[in-house]
């Protein structure tokens, strides 16, 4: 979640400072982050599904599974070029561009979107965190992870269809 609203947050400040503009304008930079992200949510799926079988006692101490798990949102964040759109797309509609302090006001609403963002996440969190004692079971465990690896190839192919210009 953590790493999720950071990359958020760094499109929000990207945003203020007119980078997400410039991505959205360059072909080259708004492809090299299309496919980044493409490439990195197949990558996620296949570890996803080659370790289904690697099933038994947890081997990697919590710090490490934590800072795994912030690294990975963090990364697919900063790797999704919807979140960049949205900065450019929505963003401006709410901006009063005759005020001063456009940056200000640009990170006012990126705060507020973050923070809600961030309590969506939280939420779906907490639902999920539910459901451990369920999915912890072995038996259950391997086609639980190979459909969430079929789901995150699928959520792949769909950023590649959905952001192509």
């Known amino acids: 979640m953590a790493g999720v609203a950071l990359g958020l947050s760094a499109y929000g400040i990207a945003a203020a400072l007119g980078v997400a503009a410039l991505i959205e304008n360059s072909t080259f930079l708004y492809d090299a982050l299309r496919w980044g992200g493409v490439v990195y949510l197949l990558w996620l799926a296949w570890d996803a599904w ?29 790797l999704n070029p919807k979140a960049a759109v949205f900065y450019i797309a929505v963003l401006p509609d709410f901006v009063t561009p005759h005020a001063t302090g456009i940056v200000v006001q640009t990170l006012t609403l990126s705060a507020i979107y973050v923070t809600i963002a961030t309590a969506i996440h939280a939420l779906i969190v907490i639902s999920a965190s539910r459901l451990r004692e369920f999915v912890d079971d072995p038996v259950r465990l391997r086609p639980i992870r190979r459909i969430l690896a079929a789901a995150l190839a699928g959520v792949a192919i769909w950023l590649a269809w959905s952001t192509a210009r």
């Open 50 to 78: 080659s370790t289904a079988d690697d099933i038994g006692p947890e081997t990697g101490s919590g710090n490490h599974e934590r800072r795994s798990a912030f690294r990975r949102g963090l990364i697919t964040n900063l």
